[in-house]
Structure formats: C-alpha cells, structure tokens
C-alpha cells in the first residue's frame, strides 16, 4: 500500500465522500471545506516552526467565481504535496515510518455524528485514543533532540 492508498482507505472507512471511479471535481462545499483544512494544516506547521499565520478565507465574489477546471486542481494539490515532501527531506524525516505511525492513530479515531466545530471532518480521538508516536520513530531514526530539554514536553 502506498500513502495515498493509505489515505483512501481512511477516507472510505470514515464514510467521509466516495474515492471510487473516474476523476471528478467536488462540489464547493467540499471544495471549501478541503481548503479550509490544508489551511488549518499550514497554519499548524508555521507554528510548530515559531511563526503566527494569520489567513482569512474570502471567497471571490460570484462574478469572478472561476470555471472549476480539474487539471489545474490536480496540479496544485501535486505541488502542495511535492513541496510538503521536499520540506520533510530537508528535515531528514523518515517519511513512510512516520506516516505509518500517523495512519495507524488516525485509523483508531471514531466518527461523530455531531461533532464539535473543532473537529475535522468530523473524525474523533475517542477516550483512550493515543496519538502517533513520532517521538519513537524519530529517535529511533537517529534523532538526539534539541539541546533544550524543553523539547520533551512538546505534544507530537
């Protein structure tokens, strides 16, 4: 299985939209919805590097609402995803060992119904639910940690 096999098979274990057939756009609400949360993701990666993004999502008015045209979406998302992999090969990341360990916790998670707004998609850290242990996989890669002793108490 590859990452993004990996990826559909969560996404259809969770119910949460069909990644089966021809190529297709989505409809806006979930077009928005993705946005919104590859948003949320950068926002969390500038963070955890010691910056504040700030962003607001202003969509354009319905006058200059773009014909939706799925080579150019297919191309801006393989552009995030080779720029996401370049950052992790300048960190020197074990990619697929922490991918796997990230998979396996997501694949732990429960769907809510009525989730609150804070949780993405819906998909729940049920009570017991532990998260990826990228502590593990980047120590065992070689990783000694920062000179600050601080870093032990960062949540991964």
């Avoid at 559909?8 to 119910?15: C, D, E, L, Q, Y």
Wanted: net charge negative; charged share 25%; proline share 10%.
């Amino acid at each position: 299985m590859s990452d993004f096999s990996d990826v559909g098979a969560f996404t259809r274990h969770f119910g949460l939209g069909n990644v089966d057939g021809p190529p297709t756009d989505a409809d806006p609400e979930t077009r928005e919805l993705r946005l919104r949360f590859l948003l949320s993701e950068v926002r969390e990666y500038a963070e955890a590097n010691g910056y504040d993004l700030a962003y607001t999502l202003i969509p354009a008015p319905a006058s200059q609402q773009p014909n939706i045209y799925l080579p150019h979406v297919a191309r801006e998302l393989i552009d995030i995803v080779y720029v996401a992999l370049g950052t992790a090969h300048l960190h020197r990341l074990p990619w697929s060992r922490i991918f796997r360990s990230v998979h396996r916790a997501n694949m732990a998670k429960t769907r809510g119904l009525h989730a609150p707004d804070d949780e993405k998609l819906g998909v729940m850290k049920p009570p017991g639910w532990q998260p990826p242990d990228i502590l593990r996989v980047l120590t065992a890669a070689g990783w000694l940690g920062p000179e600050d002793p601080r870093w032990m108490c960062n949540e991964l």
